[in-house]
């Protein structure tokens, strides 16, 4: 069964300082997609990046950088010199072809970043 | 462009009365999903369409609830005979073509509150 599964519940910072949200998965297909997803206090949810499953290249854009392994079937999002805009729940999602077009969310991590 | 719009952004409701929440996805959109996000969880997937018909329902709960997306474009959600346990915020969400590789992008939601 597919599962996604962020421990961090909550996660308080100062500004500036570095924090990596976790995200550990689960699926039995080796063909599958990856997602990180912001929800500010707006509530809106926002698409941050996918990762399939056959790259493995950790991806930097600006200040966000993600590192997938899946030798430890995870998917982490780090966040360099944090701001209080940053502030915010965070979501990883799987979705894979066996689920049709499900994507399955993680609980969430919420970033509270302190000026 | 516009991006998903959600309306009602809020509603109460008395227990056992009947509800309608409406999406009108990005332009576009072929794929139109109906999520639902309890507080401190993450979206639960209810129900998927591919153009006019729902590809997927096997995430509503139970026959209470209906969807149509009668032209392929605006999509209704239909609940009745509301409980109080189907309070929860109600997020749509379109993707150009579908598929688990696309990635889903939400309306800000339609919090269902049943008194």
């Known amino acids: 069964a597919q599962k996604v599964t962020q421990a961090q519940t909550e996660i308080s910072v100062v500004e500036k300082e570095d924090v990596t949200l976790d995200c550990v998965y689960e699926?039995?297909?080796?063909?599958?997609?990856l997602f990180w997803y912001k929800q500010p206090p707006s509530g809106e949810l926002v698409f941050l990046i996918r990762r399939n499953s056959f790259d493995e290249q950790n991806e930097i854009s600006g200040r966000y950088s993600w590192n997938f392994q899946k030798s430890t079937s995870s998917f982490n999002f780090t966040i360099t010199a944090s701001q209080v805009v940053d502030s915010a729940v965070y979501f990883c999602a799987l979705s894979d072809p066996n689920t049709g077009n499900q994507f399955y969310f993680g609980t969430g991590t919420s970033l509270t970043v302190i000026p | 462009g516009a991006g998903v719009s959600q309306t009602p952004s809020n509603k109460v409701t008395e227990k056992g009365k009947y509800v309608e929440l409406r999406c009108d996805p990005i332009?576009?959109?072929?794929?139109l999903y109906w999520y639902r996000q309890s507080l401190g969880q993450g979206p639960e997937f209810l129900i998927y369409f591919q153009g006019t018909g729902a590809a997927d329902d096997s995430g509503l709960p139970n026959d209470r609830f209906f969807a149509v997306r009668p032209e392929g474009s605006v999509s209704t959600l239909k609940i009745q005979r509301t409980e109080r346990g189907d309070s929860a915020v109600y997020l749509c969400?379109?993707?150009?073509?579908?598929?688990?590789?696309?990635?889903?992008?939400f309306g800000n939601g339609t919090r269902l509150t049943v008194t």
């Open positions: 699926t039995r297909d080796t063909t599958y997609y």
């Open positions: 969400a379109s993707s150009y073509g579908g598929g688990y590789n696309s990635p889903l992008h």
């Open positions: 332009s576009g959109h072929t794929a």
